[in-house]
């Protein structure tokens, strides 16, 4: 997510809304990411590293192929908060996998994705 951001971000113009608004989505992603590592760092879970650089779903040549990128990596997220809420031992946990698919939902949506009857639904 982190990687993907930071390419659709440097193919907006720098003082437009969506690159702005890009640039606070990044940002969270980013605190959700750290989150997540102490999440499972806690619950003495493996943390794979992050990969290195690989081909997007998008390539993004311009701001409307960058907001596409991000619309795709969203909606990618989904199913797997989806299974985390499944799975979610406890009431905190459930909160926080329902607040993580919420969040995918409704950024995914804002970069123009359709709402599906159940997000987070594996297909």
């Known amino acids: 997510m982190v990687y993907g951001y930071q390419l659709a971000i440097g193919k907006m113009k720098l003082l437009s809304t969506a690159r702005t608004r890009a640039e606070h989505e990044l940002l969270?992603?980013?605190?959700f990411r750290?989150?997540?590592?102490?999440?499972?760092?806690?619950?003495s879970?493996?943390?794979?590293?992050?990969?290195?650089?690989?081909?997007?779903?998008v390539v993004p040549h311009n701001a409307a192929t960058a907001g596409?990128?991000?619309?795709?990596?969203?909606?990618a997220l989904q199913p797997f908060c989806g299974?985390?809420?499944?799975?979610?031992?406890?009431?905190?946990?459930?909160?926080?996998?329902?607040?993580?698919?919420g969040s995918a939902v409704k950024?995914?949506?804002?970069?123009?994705?359709p709402l599906d009857a159940w997000p987070g639904w594996s297909s």
């Not at 969270?28 to 605190?31: M, N, T, V």
């Not at 499944?86 to 996998?97: E, F, L, M, N």
Request: hydrophobic fraction near 50%; charged fraction near 25%.
């Open 28 to 31: 969270a992603e980013r605190i």
């Open 83 to 101: 299974l985390w809420l499944a799975a979610a031992p406890s009431q905190a946990d459930r909160q926080q996998a329902l607040g993580a698919l």
């Open 34 to 43: 750290d989150r997540l590592i102490a999440w499972l760092r806690k619950r």
């Open 68 to 75: 596409r990128l991000i619309m795709r990596m969203q909606t």
């Open 45 to 57: 879970a493996e943390v794979p590293a992050a990969e290195p650089a690989y081909v997007p779903s």
């Open 107 to 113: 950024t995914a949506r804002s970069w123009g994705a």
